[in-house]
């Protein structure tokens, strides 16, 4: 999936070698709810693994809330990225990894896995 670049509209954003994922689910975020990521270092695998833990223990977080809100916006993104032309990309912007790091069968997959377990329900259009 390309990645565009904010300043130079091109398609030559590139996410960093590691760096930290975020996420974000209903505009919430945790203290906890992110991670590193280091590629090729990691493995799928581990990628895989780390992913899951984080988004087992938003769910289980939100799992406890008395008024549980259906999940209608879930974020997965990095701010390290780095455009090949040499942009200065502004600090903060948020860029989704799925479609890059994860595919997005694996994380929707994994969503509705979790929204299952913790009986929570999904509704992400
Ligand atoms: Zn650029």
Redesign the pocket.
């Known amino acids: 999936m390309p990645m565009y ?1 904010p ?4 398609e ?2 590139k996410i960093t070698s590691s760096g930290v994922i975020n996420l974000a689910i209903n505009g919430k975020q945790m203290d906890t709810g992110r991670y590193l990521f280091s590629i090729p270092e990691q493995v799928k695998g581990e990628l895989r693994t780390n992913l899951r833990k984080k988004v087992e223990e938003f769910f289980r977080w939100l799992g406890g809330f008395q008024n549980k809100a259906p999940i209608t916006e879930f974020l997965l993104f990095t701010s390290n990225v780095a ?1 090949t ?3 200065k ?1 502004p600090m903060g912007s948020k860029f989704t990894v799925v479609g890059i790091i994860y595919t997005e069968k694996e994380v929707a997959e994994l969503i509705e896995e979790m929204g299952k377990k913790h009986n929570i329900q999904i509704d992400l259009g």
């Open positions: 670049c300043v130079c509209l091109s030559t954003l455009c032309k040499g942009c990309v």
